[in-house]
């Protein structure tokens, strides 16, 4: 199996992880927020794990198609986080259309937006670089 089917499975396991969050006792605070940082809902859980079954398919299908979810998901998990940081808002959870920029602090934002600026950088560095033919 490529690097690429292998990244992908791991992108898998991450994101049924996060889509887990909010379901294993002692990981969410009395507010509801995982780690204390994250506020995630049914419809983050939703995006999460249709990310996940989408992941899985791509590294199930072939090498391409590794690749292609690891750019598409790269580039929109990055913008989202990137947005996030600077907002405390995303898009992909309509966040940014909902609610606006948040009044909270810079650290918060960064704080809560960094999951998707790593996963979302390394996934589209991967699909851009990694076994490049």
Not at 46 to 75: E, V, Y
Not at 102 to 128: E, M, Q, W
């Amino acid at each position: 199996m490529s690097r690429l089917r292998l990244l992908t499975l791991a992108y898998f396991v991450a994101l049924l992880g996060a889509a887990a969050l909010n379901y294993i006792p002692g990981l969410t605070d009395d507010q509801g927020r995982a780690f204390g940082i994250f506020a995630l809902d049914i419809f983050d859980d939703s995006l999460h794990l249709a990310s996940a079954l989408w992941a899985l398919a791509a590294a199930l299908i072939s090498r391409q198609a590794a690749r292609t979810f690891l750019i598409l998901f790269g580039a929109l998990y990055l913008g989202d986080g990137v947005l996030g940081c600077f907002t405390g808002s995303g898009y992909l959870d309509f966040g940014i259309f909902q609610n606006g920029v948040l009044d909270i602090s810079t650290r918060l934002k960064v704080l809560s937006s960094l999951p998707h600026v790593l996963l979302g950088g390394v996934a589209l560095h991967a699909g851009l670089l990694l076994e490049r033919r």
